[in-house]
């Protein structure tokens, strides 16, 4: 399966790198990260850009408008947006293509890809909750990122592990990321 993984400037970037490595050697990653992001990764992890890069098969300048990505024709399975902040979506709500990431991910709607985004704000304004609304009805699979506790969660890479398994279940990659219930 061929991903794209699309990292913005949300609190919670741990979510995204949990993803990747759970996507390690079950599909070809392709990976876009904002500006934003890569403050929030200095801001809240250890981990360098390269290293956060080397998640990933193929990395994409969320800039560059002159790479597959930004054609329909450039045949991927699905886009995963983890985490997506407020911005990201309300641009993926109306249609609005400014960088690589926005661009892929109106790509995944229109060819009706699979689009997973993983809004992470609190609390939700007005608008935000109406741009989620519309990005479901457009086709948007909308997976805030909110862990169950099911589970009694031990650590935070045991909730981490809750939200990259809802992923993967959508995916359709079989996983046994996180316990199930039942
Ligand atoms: C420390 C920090 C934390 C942030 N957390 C969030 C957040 O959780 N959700 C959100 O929507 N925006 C958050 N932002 C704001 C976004 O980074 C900002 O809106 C940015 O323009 C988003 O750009 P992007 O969607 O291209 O990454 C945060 C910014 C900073 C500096």
């Not at 699309?6 to 490595?21: P, Q």
């Not at 250890?46 to 098969?57: I, N, R, T, W, Y």
């Amino acid at each position: 399966m061929k991903i794209v993984v699309g990292i913005t400037g949300a609190s919670g970037i741990v979510y995204a790198i949990n993803l990747l490595k759970a996507l390690k050697g079950k599909a070809e990653v392709h990976l876009i990260i904002s500006d934003s992001a890569e403050h929030l990764l200095e801001a809240e992890t250890d981990m360098s850009p390269g290293q956060l890069e080397g998640l990933a098969g193929h990395i994409y300048n969320n800039h560059d408008f002159n790479q597959g990505l930004c054609s329909g024709s450039f045949l991927f399975d699905a886009m995963v947006i983890i985490p997506c902040t407020m911005s990201t979506l309300a641009k993926l709500s109306n249609g609005i293509a400014d960088n690589v990431m926005t661009r892929a991910g109106a790509v995944a709607l229109k060819e009706r890809r699979t689009l997973v985004v993983v809004p992470r704000e609190t609390p939700l304004s007005t608008i935000n909750l109406k741009t989620m609304y519309e990005l479901s009805l457009s086709g948007g699979i909308v997976l805030p990122a909110m862990p169950g506790f099911y589970n009694k969660p031990e650590s935070i890479e045991e909730l981490l592990d809750f939200i990259s398994a809802r992923i993967l279940d959508l995916l359709g990659i079989e996983n046994r990321t996180s316990k199930r219930w039942g």
